[in-house]
């Protein structure tokens, strides 16, 4: 049984005062996914990516009783094929003792009313294999696995090695 909890919680989006928090929360979600060793995030870097002169990202912050329990970070994408953008939800966290309470739905229901406001075909994430109990909880949203398939990934040194190569000429970005 659970317990008596209250069920009161606001989400709002994040301000440049919450990157702290932000970190705070990312490491405790980097403990969760046991990818410490991955975690770079740190205040400076969230305050230029997520409020700077070029924002990169945004993000949701969930509080109970004005306590940070969670967040989401997300930016727009765009499908070539359907010629429409679309929301990309980077990560989502409530942290485990807050879970099973209603708080992932209605972060999911701000992102996807978000989509909606912003004319977004549609919202997509990824999820571990092994997080069983994310998986359930996001087919009981209605999410499909696309199957067929594979996330790609260049990063470290097969990125800088990359971009070091000469593709020719190319206009500015």
Not at 16 to 33: F, H, N, S
Not at 59 to 65: M, S
């Amino acid at each position: 049984m659970v317990p008596s909890y209250p069920m009161t919680f606001e989400i709002r989006p994040a301000t440049a005062d919450d990157a702290e928090t932000l970190v705070r929360l990312i490491r405790e979600l980097a403990a969760y996914e046991q990818l410490e060793h991955e975690a770079r995030a740190t205040p400076e870097a969230i305050r230029q990516h997520l409020f700077g002169p070029r924002v990169c990202a945004e993000a949701l912050i969930a509080e109970q009783g004005g306590e940070p329990i969670g967040f989401a970070l997300f930016f727009q994408n765009f499908s070539t094929f359907r010629c429409q953008p679309g929301l990309y939800l980077e990560d989502i966290y409530v942290q485990p003792e807050h879970r099973g309470r209603g708080l992932g739905k209605a972060m999911f229901q701000r992102l996807a009313a978000l989509a909606m406001e912003r004319g977004c075909g549609r919202l997509e994430w990824t999820v571990l294999n092994w997080n069983e109990l994310a998986i359930g909880f996001y087919r009981g949203l209605g999410a499909m696995p696309l199957d067929g398939w594979t996330l790609q990934r260049l990063d470290g040194e097969s990125l800088t090695r990359l971009a070091g190569s000469n593709p020719g000429p190319s206009p500015g970005v």
